[in-house]
């Protein structure tokens, strides 16, 4: 098994899971270390019953991970097909994300045995209503604005809360309902500055003398009618899958706001405080099934397909389905989440 990608709550329940469930079969586990860079390069460990005891609780991943994209490496792919073979893998469980899924999704064309686990705080995997870590990232959000909202009353100051998701809103839409943020911003929902300036002037004038924005990395505000909003960058570098570094829309829009209203605003980054630390129960329980299903779709010989969670059920869908586009934020969630943006 290997863990790829930006790490996640919930990741030592799968590998204890798979090891522990592997073992009732009397199958032999090895941990491929840091993503797809440990089967382009060799590196493993062998994991026993041993091995995966204690990690239940502990965030990260024992195994390390990385955004290495075997596909942007001269002879990847087929460094990666031979290396499986000199290691005497017989089949590959990759838990990741769309990235490393998508790695999964091309191997399992050529006819290498692999099945997937979804796995991101951000939850935008197509196929699968929750990846694990994601309810981790919104209570840690959740409990953020908790602590910012006190702080935000004493002090009469709108408060800017930015958290993660690139393209899907997902993690801001569940902590900004959970905390009662009195807006929130999301890549989906394009918004215009009037309005946000709408919001708090309307909550001024109701006596409220303080306001709590969510905004996700990735959303745009537009200035005007004419001129789109752009994402906010921290630089111009791009990974291995080619994604820019985001972060930094909570610092700007602090500063447009306060200017434009006079009310002293304050900017919180989460960034990775989002993704560390110990999962919750919800993450511990969905990760174990998770792990536990792959073993069974091995056995079952249901390579090229992802375990999935659809209504209460673990299910499996093609790897394709998931990493084919996006689970964006849907606008009959959005429009009921509007209900509170005053
Ligand atoms: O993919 C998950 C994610 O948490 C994104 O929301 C975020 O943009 C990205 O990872 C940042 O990860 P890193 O700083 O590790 O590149």
């Not at 097909?81 to 399992?108: Q, R």
């Not at 989906?188 to 919001?199: F, G, H, P, R, Y």
Request: charged share 25%.
């Amino acid at each position: 098994m290997l863990t790829g990608g930006g790490d996640c709550p919930g990741l030592n329940a799968v590998i204890r899971a798979i090891v522990r469930k592997a073992l009732t079969y009397g199958w032999e586990c090895v941990g491929i270390e840091n993503g797809w860079k440990g089967l382009v390069d060799i590196y493993t460990r062998p994991l026993d019953i041993n091995s995966v005891s204690g990690i239940l609780q502990k965030g990260g991943t024992i195994l390390g991970t990385s955004r290495t994209n075997p596909y942007k490496i001269d002879g990847g792919e087929q460094k990666v097909i031979e290396n499986a073979k000199k290691i005497g893998l017989d089949a590959l469980i990759a838990i990741g994300g769309e990235d490393t899924l998508g790695v999964a999704n091309k191997l399992a064309k050529t006819g290498f045995k692999v099945v997937g686990v979804p796995k991101t705080i951000d939850n935008d995997l197509n196929g699968t209503d929750y990846t694990f870590g994601f309810d981790t990232a919104v209570n840690i959000a959740m409990d953020a604005i908790d602590r910012i909202h006190t702080t935000a009353e004493s002090h009469h100051r709108a408060m800017i809360i930015e958290v993660m998701g690139r393209h899907a809103g997902w993690i801001a839409m569940h902590a900004g309902i959970a905390g009662g943020a009195d807006l929130i911003l999301i890549p989906e929902k394009e918004i215009k500055l009037d309005e946000i300036i709408k919001v708090m002037n309307d909550r001024d004038k109701r006596g409220r003398t303080f306001s709590i924005i969510v905004v996700a990395e990735g959303a745009r505000i537009s200035e005007s009618d004419q001129k789109e909003g752009e994402m906010i960058l921290q630089d111009q570098k791009l990974d291995a899958f080619g994604h820019v570094r985001l972060g930094g829309i909570a610092n700007v829009l602090a500063e447009i706001i306060e200017k434009k209203t006079g009310v002293e605003t304050r900017a919180t980054i989460l960034g990775h405080i989002q993704r560390g630390g110990s999962p919750t129960a919800y993450d511990r329980v969905l990760g174990s099934r998770f792990g536990v299903y792959a073993v069974e779709m091995v056995k079952a010989g249901k390579f090229g397909r992802m375990a999935a969670l659809q209504g209460t059920e673990i299910v499996d869908i093609p790897i394709e389905e998931a990493v084919s586009s996006l689970k964006l934020v849907e606008d009959k969630f959005y429009d009921m989440a509007r209900t509170f943006f005053r």
